[in-house]
């Protein structure tokens, strides 16, 4: 038996398992991490911790009587727009994705290159690790000078650590402000104009691409032979995109936890700066494609407050109760309608001024309305989201993150959304069996992505939802009347 090891390093968690040939899962096994927190907005993890987990669980392989020569290739995904310092004089923490530390160097290089993003397809903002290095070159001078290399994703310090080698891929690279998405190379106009060393910044190699092998003292560490291949693997984001099955122009997937998003696979053609501003254009590992991602502030966040508003808190089942309540209203909420804009709203509208409102309540309405209410609202706001693209030929609506384990609500999404609906089971194993393609690719244990994607995520056990036309009527013609509510309420806000 052969495998290839598949580590998801995210933020939570480091998760690994092994694939064989056939996609079957194996040895599943994951290591809680620790984030530090400052009241200044630093967001920090020790590399450190993600080295000792890919050490441990290896370890439980090994133990389980797993052959370290059985394993003929490890991949990876992990968290994005991450500023890590690879550095033989000292030991940094990374500056994780959401640390906003940075937002006056996001200022400062939007007036070195106001056209920054023809380049990258994105905007710089305070996560952007362009200017989270300007940060470190400012505030943390020593930090810079000993990095020898800056890598951006959690898995490009794993990969250094097993071959020597800095590397990052290009989904990861187009989250860094440097990138030019269209040539996927570091672009010498933005680290000139902006003083970046491009020195320090890694090799840009694809997905698919081998690093390297594991060398002596990784092997010694890790228990990994040196024979075993070790593979550039993606960001997370492309990891995910192909776990859920979008890899085909037009296939799409709806996450849905806390917050969400909306991905897209799209042609690459036009100008990057004509898309929308509230996008991320993200690289592709087919290289004629991107995936456009739709950010949502309002998705999950929705459903817990609408769970503690409506329903006992002592309740041992909170959830479950939620469901009960919003089954025995009838769809449509009794006329009831939500705007489920409670933290302002990046898409389908960019106002950070919006918040949420009912509409539409009467002496009939009841709590049940209310609670059903809250959802169908972020669901038509997904519809909304949806719409802003062209998707005649749209082949999927994938479903995964928490929200998908809401029977009631993975209804509504069909009904609202008029369109089947897919909800691969085991969803926090999809971005590893995703990635596990860079390998099989690599390994020549399959022709493309297309096929991988073909032969074995289309095949994951998935519970499908199919739109019920009667709902679906009654949901039509609240949907024209919700589009109206936003713009009228706007003045209100400002």
């Not at 797993?66 to 690879?86: K, L, Y």
């Not at 106009?189 to 190699?205: F, M, N, S, V, W």
């Not at 085991?426 to 971005?431: E, I, Q």
Request: hydrophobic content about 35%; aromatic content about 10%.
């Amino acid at each position: 038996m052969t495998y290839v090891a598949v580590f998801d390093i995210g933020t939570s968690a480091v998760k690994g398992i092994l694939v064989d040939k056939d996609v079957q899962l194996m040895e599943e096994h994951s290591v809680e991490l620790t984030t530090f927190v400052s009241e200044e907005g630093m967001i920090e993890q020790q590399p450190e911790d993600w080295w000792e987990a890919i050490i441990h669980i290896a370890s439980l392989w090994w133990k389980n009587g797993i052959s370290p020569e059985s394993v003929q290739a490890i991949t990876f995904s992990g968290q994005m727009e991450d500023v890590i310092s690879i550095s033989e004089q000292a030991k940094y923490r990374a500056i994780l994705y959401a640390d906003t530390r940075a937002e006056n160097e996001a200022e400062w290089v939007h007036k070195q290159y106001p056209e920054i993003r023809i380049h990258t397809g994105n905007n710089v903002s305070a996560s952007t690790p362009l200017a989270k290095i300007k940060w470190l070159e400012n505030h943390s001078p020593n930090q810079y000078e000993n990095t020898k290399k800056f890598v951006f994703c959690s898995k490009d310090y794993v990969i250094y650590k097993l071959t020597k080698e800095a590397v990052t891929d290009p989904i990861t690279a187009a989250t860094t402000g440097m990138m030019d998405l269209k040539n996927r190379l570091w672009n010498e106009t933005i680290t000139q104009t902006c003083r970046i060393d491009e020195g320090k910044l890694p090799k840009l190699l694809e997905a698919d691409s081998v690093v390297g092998t594991i060398t002596k003292e990784a092997s010694e560490i890790t228990g990994f032979s040196t024979s075993t291949i070790v593979i550039n693997g993606s960001g997370d984001a492309g990891a995910t995109t192909l776990g859920a099955g979008a890899v085909h122009e037009n296939d799409c997937y709806f996450y849905m936890g806390t917050t969400g998003w909306l991905a897209i696979v799209e042609r690459n053609k036009g100008q990057l700066d004509s898309l929308s501003e509230s996008h991320f254009n993200l690289a592709f590992v087919e290289k004629s494609h991107r995936i456009s991602v739709t950010p949502l502030l309002n998705v999950g966040n929705v459903h817990k407050w609408a769970v503690q508003s409506y329903i006992d808190q002592k309740d041992a089942n909170k959830y479950e109760a939620f469901e009960t309540l919003i089954e025995e209203a009838e769809p449509g909420s009794g006329g009831v309608l939500f705007l489920p804009y409670l933290n302002g709203e990046r898409n389908p509208m960019i106002d950070p001024q919006a918040k949420g409102a009912y509409w539409g309540i009467t002496p009939h309405t009841e709590r049940k309305d209310l609670a059903r209410a809250a959802l169908e609202g972020v669901t038509f706001s997904l519809k909304q989201t949806l719409e802003m693209y062209d998707l005649s030929n749209q082949r999927t609506i994938t479903l995964i993150g928490g929200a998908s384990k809401s029977n009631n609500w993975c209804q509504m999404l069909a009904d609202i959304m008029n369109h089947p609906i897919r909800v691969p089971l085991n969803n926090a194993y999809l971005p590893s069996i995703g990635v596990a393609s860079t390998a099989f690719t690599a390994l020549g244990w399959c022709e493309s992505y297309g096929q991988f994607v073909n032969t074995f995520v289309r095949n994951i056990p998935s519970k499908n939802y199919t739109p019920n036309q009667k709902r679906g009527q009654v949901y039509a013609i609240q949907y024209e009347t919700f589009k109206k509510l936003h713009p009228a309420l706007q003045p209100v806000y400002t």
